[in-house]
């Protein structure tokens, strides 16, 4: 199973940061979380949120947020829409799923019909 976070929404915000003080360099990010198994792929309604600064290239954690980037954040993340919640089945799993169904309709009919 492959998971990843995909990135949904990229910002810049007009802040200090709290690390080299550059106002140009901090960027929030909102990614969504999707999963690949062999069977179907699907996005999950997990989302995730960073706040990096691409000036001092530092991740900046939740403790280390100013008020101000926390208002900034609050601002966005009203804005922010996920992707829906969904499941898409691959080839395999159709074909499984097809396979299956004959099968059971072959013992279905067999145990109507048992003189065919
Ligand atoms: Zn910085």
Redesign the pocket.
Same mark, same amino acid.
């Given at each position: 199973m492959i998971e990843k976070h995909i990135t949904i929404k990229e910002v810049i915000l007009n802040n200090n *940061?709290p690390? /080299?003080y550059?106002t140009t360099?901090l960027q929030l990010t909102f990614k969504q979380k999707f999963i690949e198994t062999s069977f179907y792929k699907s996005i999950t309604k997990e989302t995730t949120q960073d706040i990096e *600064?691409k000036? /001092?290239n530092?991740k900046i954690y939740p403790v280390r947020w100013t008020k101000d980037m926390e208002r900034g954040f609050d601002y966005h993340q009203k804005s922010f829409e996920s992707k829906k919640a969904s499941i898409k089945l691959k080839k395999k799993a159709w074909l499984l799923l097809i396979i299956i169904l004959i099968i059971l309709a072959i013992g279905i009919t067999l145990t109507v019909f048992p003189n065919l």
């Open positions: *940061c690390e /080299c550059s360099g *600064c000036t /001092c530092t």
